[in-house]
């Protein structure tokens, strides 16, 4: 029995090389749906970009309302204190008129006030608030100052304070509640529990 190479070779090759039907390169069909298929991806992408894009607006701005509520509350207990810290010193001196006015000048916080410079949530606060609040420390601190250098009486320096602290508690502190309540319900329609 005698076997040849060249039979089995012809068999190799057919194995390795099996002939390419391109009858479906030519087809239009085959065409269409190829470009139906880019088309679909890059509108798929396209959707799929826009909805991220939007979540993540969305996600920013609740972080903001968030930050903003827990800026504006903190403002709010701090003036609230500070109402009280004065009218407390008010009562003091128009009570007692005390000698030495400086070993008893009224400590008012300033903390949340201060840091509020470096917060980029400040300028979203109300520019009424702001204004006002600025108002509040500055004619106390000027009233105090005058007091103390007995340019005013005590009990009318403890009058201008209690002027002061009366129009804070009446028109400040209950827009800037207001204001960071209506934030808090916001939130909280978004399923953001605050407080």
Known sequence: MEITGKP???????KRFPQIDNRELVKTSFWISQVFMIIATVVGVYLAAQEGLSQA???D????KQNNYYLRHALYDEVSDNVKTINEYADLIAAKSPYDLKAIHPQMATFIWDNMRFSPYT???PTQILSETRRFYMESDAIVTKIESRFYG????AEQLKKLTQKVTEQTLPVLKTNYTA???ELKNADIIVE
């Open 123 to 125: 300028l979203e606060t």
């Open 57 to 59: 607006l969305a996600f």
């Open 183 to 185: 934030l808090a319900i």
């Open 61 to 64: 701005n609740l972080t903001n």
């Open 154 to 157: 005590a009990k009318y320096g």
């Open 8 to 14: 089995q070779q012809a068999t190799d090759t057919i």
